[in-house]
């Protein structure tokens, strides 16, 4: 069994930054992937960015250049570094992770991720 616990998440005035935290139980070898969800109510949950034991690292159009995802291994931690937050950055986001799989091989789809946290709300003002 895989936990992960997101945190970090708060209010925030466009153009600011937050950084979100997943601490996990696992996942420090082996194949693996590790990755950022969001959801707002009403909406179906949509990849933000991804990260697989080798570091590569995949994000969804919407974030590249403003978000960055990164690992800390001996800390059991996933981060997701956001600048330049937008009003539509607003939602709950979310820490998935796939034991046994690269990023490439999985789709952009929470049905392909089987553990999950409990979230973190996002919420970015004007």
């Not at 974030?63 to 800390?72: E, H, N, P």
Request: with cysteine.
């Amino acid at each position: 069994q895989v936990d992960l616990m997101e945190s970090g998440g708060g209010s925030v005035q466009a153009g600011g930054s937050l950084r979100l935290s997943c601490t996990h139980t696992t996942y420090t070898t082996g194949k693996f992937c590790m990755a950022w969800f969001r959801q707002i109510p009403g909406k179906k949950r949509e990849g933000v960015a991804r990260i697989d034991s080798y570091d590569r690292i995949d994000y969804t159009d919407s974030v590249k250049g403003r978000f960055t995802v990164s690992r800390d291994n001996d800390k059991k931690t996933l981060y997701l570094q956001m600048n330049g937050l937008k009003q539509e950055d607003t939602a709950m986001y979310y820490c998935a992770s796939r034991g046994g799989y690269w990023c490439s091989t999985l789709r952009w789809e929470s049905g392909d991720y089987n553990a999950w946290g409990q979230g973190t709300q996002v919420t970015v003002s004007s």
